[in-house]
């Protein structure tokens, strides 16, 4: 059985998908399609602009699943179509790209609700009032039992749940530095301050959600053609009522990718493809799926892999 898995923020490189756009007649259509519904060009600001502009969540969100759809509609032009994969997952954002990939969502209506949740999660919180954190070496558990010890009147909590080895907290930037400390007491390896603007998957998002419900509300989503495995939940989701609801916890809920990949593998899923921009999905499956059999596809000489 194999799974189609799609990157989230931080896979973000200027000049992805530019190779597939010029391979690809299919790719090409997915990065103008996405410049005609943001009405910009953002396709030019992927390949020719600077990083720390394509970094911005508002343009790194519809960039990621520009990229990923991108791959993925070149994968199809060479007979390789969605029903080849038993189910679909993405981190963060991914899910979104997921959704569409599926069938559930319209590529326009895509990259227009993710421009608006960049925007609506930059907004939430003041930047420096916020923070995010990578943890190294505790298991989830530890790091969530700390998190809800040490926060007081200040929020901070396990956001990410990323393998067996790293944990994402986010919060208040204080809460976070002094969870920080307190998991390093634990054992932690390392905990690195990461380079965001804005403690994403925390409750201080809740601003954030407000607006994605209401956007949501009014765009059509179909039943996926496979099932999602949803962030917040960890196990299959198909009914579009139910996505619906998921994609606004999403924004304040902890993203369960490693019970996600997990759950997969112990359902019989061997293969993960990781469509789109980076590797970092890839990294962290190996840490959760001793034997899984992982793939890229961001580039037209990983498609001619496949193929071959």
């Not at 009522?241 to 359902?267: C, F, K």
């Not at 980076?278 to 890229?296: C, E, F, P, Q």
């Amino acid at each position: 059985m194999r799974a189609f898995v799609f990157p989230g923020q931080g896979a973000q490189t200027v000049g992805m998908g530019r190779e597939l756009a010029e391979a690809y007649p299919a790719a090409r259509d997915v990065f103008d399609e996405v410049d005609e519904a943001l009405g910009e060009k953002l396709s030019q600001l992927i390949w020719e602009g600077d990083a720390e502009t394509l970094t911005l969540t508002q343009n790194a969100q519809p960039a990621l699943m520009a990229t990923s759809i991108a791959a993925f509609r070149a994968m199809e032009a060479e007979g390789i179509n969605i029903t080849d994969a038993d189910f679909v997952a993405g981190h963060s954002l991914g899910e979104y790209s997921a959704l569409c990939a599926a069938g559930a969502l319209t590529l326009s209506d895509t990259a227009r609700l993710l421009r608006l949740r960049g925007q609506a999660m930059q907004e939430a919180v003041p930047v420096g009032v916020g923070a995010m954190a990578a943890i190294l070496g505790l298991d989830f558990e530890t790091v969530d039992r700390i998190a809800r010890d040490v926060g007081g009147d200040e929020v901070v909590q396990a956001a990410n749940d990323n393998d067996p080895a790293q944990v994402v907290i986010s919060g208040h930037k204080g809460a976070v530095e002094q969870a920080m400390a307190a998991m390093k007491e634990a054992g932690a390896k390392r905990a690195l301050l990461l380079p965001v603007s804005a403690p994403f998957h925390s409750v201080l998002m809740q601003p954030a959600a407000a607006v994605m419900a209401d956007a949501l509300a009014g765009v059509d989503i179909q039943a996926p053609a496979v099932p999602l495995i949803a962030n917040v939940r960890a196990e299959p989701v198909i009914e579009p009522g139910a996505i619906r609801r998921l994609l606004v916890e999403q924004v304040t809920g902890t993203v369960r990718w490693r019970e996600s990949m997990a759950n997969l593998a112990e359902g019989g899923v061997t293969e993960f493809w990781e469509i789109g921009a980076g590797k970092a999905l890839s990294g962290m499956i190996k840490r959760i799926v001793k034997d899984a059999t992982v793939r890229n596809i961001g580039a037209p000489a990983d498609i001619a892999a496949l193929k071959a």
